[in-house]
Nanobody, 123 residues
Framework: QVQLVESGGGSVQAGGSLRLSCAAS????????MGWFRQAPGKEREGVAA???????SYADSVKGRFTISQDNAKNTLYLQMNSLKPEDTALYYC??????????????????WGQGTQVTVS
């Protein structure tokens, strides 16, 4: 059974940094698409970044140049390094997984596996 567990969220001042982790069990990253999504209060969930099995990355325009997605296949762990955080980055962050390539990576309906979320608050 696939299980995704996020960690690393917290409270930080604007301009600060956080690194989110997503540990997977029962799942192999190397041939799949992994994504980070977020949902702010009163807003729809949105795609933040994704990484394919070949290492190709994609980012939402709002986080380009500030966030970096990466993965450690040996540890079965997905990361999201978040720098220069802004108050508008405040949200519940989720990792998600699906098979195949990362086409239409922002479409959350294409991801069957989700973590429980980790809260990021920027003040």
């Amino acid at each position: 059974q696939v299980q995704l567990v996020e960690s690393g969220g917290g409270s930080v001042q604007a301009g600060g940094s956080l690194r989110l982790s997503c540990a997977a069990s029962g799942y192999t990253y190397s041939s799949n698409c992994m994504g980070w999504f977020r949902q702010a209060p009163g807003k729809e969930r949105e795609g933040v970044a994704a990484i394919g099995g070949d290492g190709t990355t994609s980012y939402a325009d709002s986080v380009k140049g500030r966030f970096t997605i990466s993965q450690d296949n040996a540890k079965n762990t997905l990361y999201l390094q978040m720098n220069s955080l802004k108050p508008e980055d405040t949200a519940l962050y989720y990792c998600a997984a699906r098979g195949g390539a990362c086409w239409a990576w922002k479409d959350e309906n294409l991801y069957p596996q989700w973590g429980q979320g980790t809260q990021v608050t920027v003040s």
